[in-house]
């Protein structure tokens, strides 16, 4: 069944929760629509507030036909045949085309779509969680107007919980709901002014534990704080880039690799990709594994990695998920030798405990006369086998 938050995205702007500095009348969005000339827009702001929402309604109010991608599922090839397609039928009105997570796509990936979009053969419309001055090409981003969104207030979240309650045809109306205070404080505590995350945590409370009220209609049913706290556990896959998830998991992905436990390091990428951790993220935690890890064992795996960063760099997803996948399997199956790692970090003691230590002589840089004089490079031999540390330090082995 179609989630509750899908089911009940708003048709028209009208219907719009939240996002009135853009919507309400004589704003933005309003004027677009009255208009009846779209031109190209990035919605930027946090999960969940309606940045695929508004370009479906702008779609719908415009009478555009609407082409939605997913950066992180779609590869530019896709997107460019279908844009050909556009071209060829040349119908008299330019298509939406909407990309989510535009952020994803590489720069290459993004410089590929400048030409349809300065041709006008389609409207862009863009969705990004991330700034766009960082994420977005300069030259895409001249062509296009950003519009900032911002998280639903605590009023609005009510609303939205409100009519989906009620909607008998689209929402919950038909169980005949009623939310306990502390469960709807609660609820909208925990999804951050995320709508999608509201609604659908509500109907999985729902769908999980609903009580009869007693004395009440038969049919109505409650629902309790602890009911919410048992949907929230209960979602689908969590991952917050921000949040403790995050680093547990790529912790569990570099551990994984460090046992040489391909399988595990696999589905740990595989959780990653899937729920859109920037690939240039994982591959520069690969890159730091080869060293850290792999170092003199086999250097070539830093050589490999670095090629899986420039891959991913270039290509972007989808396609990069391969690269990624070809970069773990060969760091998983190297041997493993930490022992540059730990000499690095042993002589890194001996610098914060000792400080700057004299130099000696035969090792400075005569640059003057006077440093000459003062016997710096005096003795020196290119392939001296004598220790050449500071005297504190001689006879100390960081390595071998």
Same mark, same amino acid.
């Given at each position: 069944m179609?989630?509750?938050?899908d089911? /009940?995205?708003?048709?028209?702007?009208?219907?719009?929760?939240?996002?009135?500095?853009?919507?309400?009348e004589?704003?933005i969005?309003?004027?677009?629509?009255?208009?009846?000339?779209?031109?190209?827009?990035?919605?930027?702001?946090?999960p969940?507030?309606?940045?695929?929402t508004?370009?479906?309604?702008?779609?719908?109010?415009?009478?555009?036909?609407?082409?939605?991608?997913?950066a992180?599922t779609t590869?530019?090839?896709?997107?460019?045949?279908?844009?050909?397609?556009?071209?060829?039928?040349?119908?008299?009105?330019?298509?939406?085309?909407?990309?989510?997570?535009i952020?994803?796509?590489?720069?290459?990936?993004? #410089?590929?779509?400048?030409?349809?979009?300065?041709?006008?053969?389609?409207?862009?419309?863009?969705?990004?969680?991330?700034?766009?001055?960082?994420?977005?090409?300069?030259p895409?981003?001249?062509r296009?107007r950003?519009?900032? %969104?911002?998280?639903?207030?605590k009023?609005?979240?009510?609303?939205?919980?409100?009519?989906?309650?009620?909607?008998?045809?689209?929402?919950?109306?038909?169980?005949?709901?009623?939310?306990?205070?502390?469960a709807?404080?609660?609820?909208?505590?925990?999804?951050?002014?995320?709508?999608? /995350?509201v609604?659908?945590?509500? !109907?999985?409370a729902?769908?999980?534990a @609903?009580?009869?009220?007693?004395g009440?209609?038969?049919?109505?049913?409650?629902?309790?704080?602890?009911?919410?706290e !048992? =949907?929230?556990?209960?979602?689908? %896959?969590?991952y917050d880039?921000?949040?403790?998830?995050?680093?547990?998991?790529?912790? =569990?992905?570099?551990?994984?690799?460090?046992?040489?436990?391909?399988?595990?390091?696999?589905?740990?990428?595989?959780r990653?990709?899937? =729920?859109?951790?920037?690939?240039?993220?994982i591959?520069?935690?690969?890159?730091?594994?080869?060293?850290?890890?792999?170092?003199?064992?086999?250097?070539?795996?830093?050589?490999? =990695?670095?090629?899986?960063?420039?891959? @991913?760099?270039?290509?972007?997803?989808?396609? @990069?998920?391969?690269?990624?996948?070809h970069?773990?399997? *060969?760091l998983?199956?190297?041997?493993?030798?930490?022992?540059?790692?730990?000499?690095?970090?042993?002589?890194?003691? #001996?610098?914060?405990?000792?400080?700057? %230590?004299?130099?000696?002589?035969?090792?400075?840089?005569?640059?003057?006369?006077?440093?000459?004089?003062?016997?710096?490079?005096?003795?020196?031999?290119?392939?001296?086998?004598?220790?050449l540390?500071?005297?504190?330090?001689?006879?100390?082995? *960081?390595?071998?």
């Open positions: 179609t989630p509750l938050a089911r /009940m995205r708003p048709q028209n702007l009208s219907q719009v929760v939240g996002q009135q500095h853009l919507v309400s004589g704003k969005l309003h004027k677009v629509v009255q208009s009846r000339q779209p031109f190209s827009l990035i919605f930027w702001g946090p969940g507030v309606g940045k695929t508004l370009a479906r309604v702008l779609a719908s109010e415009l009478g555009a036909e609407f082409h939605e991608f997913s992180v590869g530019i090839v896709e997107i460019k045949k279908l844009i050909e397609e556009i071209r060829l039928q040349a119908k008299g009105t330019s298509p939406i085309l909407f990309i989510d997570e952020h994803r796509f590489s720069k290459a990936q993004q #410089d590929a779509l400048l030409p349809h979009v300065e041709r006008g053969t389609v409207i862009f419309m863009g969705a990004t969680t991330e700034n766009p001055s960082f994420e977005v090409i300069g895409l981003l001249s296009t950003v519009l900032t %969104l911002q998280s639903l207030s009023e609005e979240m009510e609303g939205l919980i409100d009519r989906a309650l009620k909607d008998k045809e689209r929402g919950l109306g038909q169980f005949k709901v009623k939310l306990k205070p502390e709807l404080d609660f609820l909208i505590e925990v999804s951050g002014g995320d709508a999608r /995350m609604l659908n945590t509500l !109907e999985i729902v769908n999980l @609903c009580h009869p009220e007693s009440s209609t038969k049919n109505m049913m409650v629902i309790n704080k602890v009911d919410i !048992e =949907a929230v556990q209960k979602k689908a %896959l969590f880039k921000h949040g403790e998830e995050h680093y547990n998991t790529i912790s =569990a992905f570099i551990k994984s690799m460090r046992a040489s436990n391909m399988t595990a390091a696999l589905y740990y990428l595989a990653m990709v899937e =729920a859109g951790e920037d690939p240039l993220f591959a520069r935690r690969m890159v730091i594994f080869a060293s850290e890890d792999i170092g003199q064992a086999q250097p070539t795996a830093l050589v490999v =990695a670095n090629e899986v960063f420039k891959a @991913c760099e270039v290509i972007g997803y989808p396609e @990069c998920q391969i690269n990624l996948a970069g773990v399997v *060969y998983s199956s190297a041997k493993k030798d930490r022992s540059s790692y730990e000499a690095y970090f042993k002589a890194l003691e #001996d610098v914060k405990k000792y400080g700057n %230590l004299p130099i000696p002589l035969n090792l400075r840089n005569a640059s003057t006369k006077l440093m000459k004089d003062l016997g710096y490079g005096k003795g020196y031999e290119k392939y001296s086998k004598e220790d540390l500071p005297e504190k330090l001689k006879g100390k082995k *960081y390595f071998g």
